[in-house]
T-cell receptor, first 112, second 111 residues
């Protein structure tokens, strides 16, 4: 009965590799987000999708590409991973017109 | 860019005491929200206060908002060890419902 789920929870990989993080929500929400939380716990929005359409794209390198196959899923693909990509990535969702967001448990990415 | 600055960065209190955290922001807002993050977990929404509200209560939580000073405070009364977590304020400033998070306050409640 998990509301917002992410896989994997932990991801350890080497520089230069390509990896994906998956997110699914079963709340019936139509807006989904990706956030990056750095080692100082600063949380910054990366992308926002509404009904599978990109509505927010903050200054994020082109190596990061979100993909939304349907309203319930928003996956994050990262090419050519760099050391600085190491962080915790959170997926979140909300209902259009509502401000409150529901967060997934996070994916801790470590690039070595 | 970072919208909210939180104060203090860290707070340690005894169980049963009250905890107060403050948040300052820079631009006009639609609403301000507080979230809790337990260690290794995702953020959980606690309370939302709209720009035309000055105070709101939810259980042991009390939030105030002063739009003239662009600041908010979160008061947790009768704290418990389970309240130990990081607390973030987040502002909703635009039509895209984009939230901008503060830097967070790490609260430790000692049993």
């Amino acid at each position: 009965d998990t509301a917002v789920s992410q896989t994997p929870k932990y991801l350890v990989t080497q520089m230069g590799n390509d990896k994906s993080i998956k997110c699914e929500q079963n709340l019936g929400h139509d807006t989904m987000y990706w956030y990056k939380q750095d080692s100082k716990k600063f949380l910054k929005i990366m992308f926002s999708y509404n009904n599978k359409e990109l509505i927010i794209n903050e200054t994020v390198p082109n190596r990061f590409s979100p993909k939304s196959p349907d309203k319930a899923h928003l996956n994050l693909h990262i090419n050519s991973l760099e050391l600085g990509d190491s962080a915790v990535y959170f997926c979140a969702s909300s209902l259009r017109g509502e401000s409150e967001q529901y967060f997934g448990p996070g994916t801790r990415l470590t690039v070595t | 860019s970072q919208q909210g600055e939180e104060d203090p960065q860290a707070l340690s209190i005894q169980e049963g005491e009250n905890a107060t955290m403050n948040c300052s922001y820079k631009t006009s807002i639609n609403n301000l929200q507080w979230y809790r993050q337990n260690s290794g977990r995702g953020l959980v929404h606690l309370i939302l206060i709209r720009s035309n509200e000055r105070e709101k209560h939810s259980g042991r939580l009390r939030v105030t908002l002063d739009t003239s000073k662009k600041s908010s405070s979160l008061l947790i009364t009768a704290s418990r060890a389970a309240d130990t977590a990081s607390y973030f304020c987040a502002t909703d400033s635009g039509s895209a419902r984009q939230l901008t998070f503060g830097s967070g306050t790490q609260l430790t409640v000692l049993p």
